[in-house]
C-alpha cells in the first residue's frame, strides 16, 4: 500500500511563506506522477502544481509565479515552495501521487490526508 503523509502547513500572514512536504513510503514500485490539490471549504478540490516522470510541471493560473513544486527522487519526497502567500490560499492541502505497487500493476492514483494552510490578512 503506497502512504502519502503532507507536513508544513501552519498560520501565517499575508505576504509569507511556507514549505509543504510529502512523503511517500509503503510498497512502491514507480511513481508516474505526482502533484499538490488543494480544498477550500464549500470549493471542489483543485489543482495546484503537478510533476511527472518526464520532467514537466503544470501550475494552475492563480500560483504561477509564486508556488515552485519539487521532486527529490533520493528521499521519496515532493514539496512546495510557496511565496507570497494571498488570503484566497487558504485551504487544505494534499499530496497526490500516481503509482504503481509492483512491477505489473495498474497505476492508480493515491491521497494523503491533507495539511492545512491558513492566510490571514
Known amino acids: 500500500q503506497v502512504q502519502l503523509v503532507e507536513s508544513g502547513g501552519g498560520l501565517v500572514q499575508a505576504g509569507g511563506s511556507l514549505r509543504l512536504s510529502c512523503a511517500v513510503s509503503?510498497?512502491?514500485?514507480?511513481?508516474?506522477?505526482m502533484g499538490w490539490y488543494r480544498q477550500a471549504p464549500g470549493n471542489e478540490r483543485e489543482l495546484v502544481a503537478r510533476?511527472?516522470?518526464?520532467?514537466?510541471?503544470n501550475y494552475a493560473d492563480s500560483v504561477k509565479g509564486r508556488f515552485t513544486i519539487a521532486r527529490d527522487n533520493a528521499k521519496n519526497t515532493l514539496t512546495l515552495q510557496i511565496d507570497s502567500l494571498k488570503p484566497d490560499d487558504t485551504a487544505v492541502y494534499y499530496c497526490?501521487?500516481?503509482?504503481?505497487?509492483?512491477?505489473?500493476?495498474?497505476?492508480?492514483?493515491?491521497w494523503g490526508q491533507g495539511t492545512q494552510v491558513t492566510v490571514s490578512s
Open positions: 510533476w511527472n516522470r518526464a520532467g514537466a510541471t
Open positions: 497526490n501521487a500516481v503509482a504503481q505497487t509492483v512491477k505489473w500493476s495498474p497505476l492508480a492514483d493515491y
Open positions: 509503503g510498497s512502491v514500485f514507480s511513481i508516474d506522477a
